[in-house]
């Protein structure tokens, strides 16, 4: 059985973590690691529905953990807070 890893960003104080919950999560930073972007375009790199996308970009703007730049359509990016992942060296 392989087990998921999650972004650590990913956990969110404020609500229930479930594992598609998670996962979406987990799918919508490793995107915005890359570049940031508007929702539209999350959610078509992450695979996943629009407003899927902009239900989790709330969740972690709540947390802040991402924040939505002014203009239209809001461009979405990190701000930095939250745990950073741990690279293995080796």
Known sequence: MVRET????A?????NNIK???RARTRILNVLEEHSLNAGTIASRAGMHYG???H???LLEAEGIVEKKDGRPHTWILTGVGQ???LNTR
């Open 56 to 58: 989790h970009l709330k």
């Open 6 to 9: 999650w972004h650590p960003n």
């Open 52 to 54: 899927n996308v902009l």
């Open 20 to 22: 598609l919950g998670l």
């Open 84 to 86: 950073k992942r741990l």
């Open 11 to 15: 956990y969110l104080s404020e609500i």
